[in-house]
């Protein structure tokens, strides 16, 4: 009897892992169809409340990152009038320092001439007072008449007048230069200084200029990332609606056999034929989804098994209703192969296989059970609704 077993569940193992190669995107369980959706739809409005609020952030970025272009436009405006005025200063002060070179040059001349012609007058001063003796000879007899006489004299005031006339222009234009060249550099001064100003405000703005630039990098970038997070999230949606339509699709085929099966004959208990190991193999079903359930849970288990068993819309073997594919989520995750390779079945599992197997149930002739949702109705049994 042993071997049998060993033997039954062997052939129960490779049966589940023939079904679980069957190939599929989705493994949902029956049961958990309408949670899925109700599920599913909650995730879509989320992800919808998602792209609304990253739209939001995505047009608050790009009116920021107009703002501050229009700003660095202005800036770029600013920086380039200063940069003027600075070429402008730069010129004028280039203009003055030549002009106080100039400046220098006269002065130079003028101190050159003052001095040549102060030796000139000390030279005839000195003659004058070293020879004044022979000089008034010379003027006394050498003078053809008293007007004669007199006029020489006077020839003699008019060049020492000459001489200090000279003498103060030329100090006068020397004292004029100094003033001039004083003036220059005063104003070379306050060119230096409203240059040092400027110089001051172009770095600003300069230092405004690249700060918006890269306020503006750094917003192009915030823009590219949301823009990538709006794709992602659009994706996630478009995955979300074909997900939902799946759900949907499947809910109304569940529906849609729930009715046929109604509709549809049903056998007697007593004509169906039980193999070897369907007791084993429905005793472990029962564990993996209702072990943790009331007793009468777990015959509701079996039940919905056997009803299925006995209508012509589902397959006519306990093997055959329970790895139907996409019927049973313990087929479908490998705990049910754990389970029967363990033998984690107890002895309530049995005696509740037992019973269903007997034509016993709590449910009467349900088809499905789930976790209960709201708008789902049913008989519950601790944590299922039975339909």
């Given at each position: 009897m042993k071997r049998a077993g060993k033997q039954w569940i062997a052939v129960l193992t490779a049966v589940a892992l023939l079904a679980c190669a069957v190939p599929t995107t989705v493994y949902a369980d029956i049961k958990d169809t309408e949670e899925k959706l109700n599920q599913a739809k909650e995730e879509k409005e989320k992800t919808e409340e998602a792209i609304d609020s990253t739209k939001d952030e995505l047009n608050d970025l790009q009116n920021t990152t107009e703002g501050l272009k229009g700003q660095l436009n202005s800036l770029n405006n600013d920086l380039t009038e200063v940069s003027n005025n600075l070429a402008d200063?730069?010129?004028?002060?280039?203009?003055?320092?030549?002009?106080?070179?100039?400046?220098?040059?006269?002065?130079?001349?003028?101190?050159?001439?003052?001095?040549?012609?102060?030796?000139?007058?000390?030279?005839?001063?000195?003659?004058?007072?070293?020879?004044?003796?022979?000089?008034l000879l010379e003027m006394f007899f050498g003078s053809a008449n008293f007007s004669d006489l007199l006029n020489r004299n006077d020839y003699i005031e008019q060049l020492s007048a000459y001489d200090r006339k000279q003498l103060t222009e030329y100090q006068e234009t020397r004292a004029s230069i100094e003033d001039k060249e004083a003036?220059?550099?005063?104003?070379?001064?306050?060119?230096?200084?409203?240059?040092?100003?400027?110089?001051?405000?172009?770095?600003?703005?300069?230092g405004l200029v690249s700060q918006t630039s890269g306020q503006i990098s750094d917003y192009q970038h915030q823009i590219s990332e949301t823009e990538q997070e709006m794709l992602a999230y659009e994706k996630q949606l478009e995955e979300q609606n074909n997900n939902i339509a799946q759900l949907q699709k499947q809910l109304e085929e569940e529906r849609r056999l729930s009715q046929l099966a109604a509709q549809s004959t049903w056998r007697d208990i007593s004509e169906i034929t039980f193999a070897d190991g369907d007791r084993y193999l429905l005793a472990n079903l029962i564990y993996c989804e209702a072990g943790n359930q009331p007793y009468s849970g777990q015959v509701a288990v079996g039940a919905v098994v056997i009803n299925r068993v006995k209508s012509a819309v589902f397959p006519d073997t306990v093997?055959?209703?329970?790895?139907?594919?996409?019927?049973?989520?313990?087929?479908?995750?490998?705990?049910?192969?754990?389970?029967?390779?363990?033998?984690?079945?107890?002895?309530?599992?049995?005696?509740?296989?037992?019973?269903?197997?007997?034509?016993?149930?709590?449910?009467?002739?349900?088809?499905?059970?789930?976790t209960p949702i709201e708008g789902l109705t049913g008989i519950q049994i601790g944590g299922h609704i039975f339909y």
């Open positions: 200063l730069e010129q004028k002060i280039e203009d003055k320092e030549a002009e106080i070179e100039q400046t220098g040059k006269e002065l130079e001349e003028a101190k050159q001439v003052e001095e040549e012609q102060y030796e000139a007058m000390k030279k005839r001063i000195q003659f004058m007072y070293e020879k004044r003796d022979y000089v003036r220059l550099e005063s104003e070379k001064k306050d060119l230096d200084d409203l240059k040092t100003k400027v110089e001051a405000e172009q770095s600003r703005v300069a093997v055959g209703v329970i790895y139907q594919n996409k019927q049973f989520s313990p087929v479908a995750s490998g705990r049910l192969a754990l389970a029967l390779a363990e033998n984690h079945a107890t002895q309530a599992c049995y005696k509740a296989a037992d019973e269903a197997m007997a034509g016993a149930t709590t449910v009467g002739d349900c088809l499905f059970f789930r």
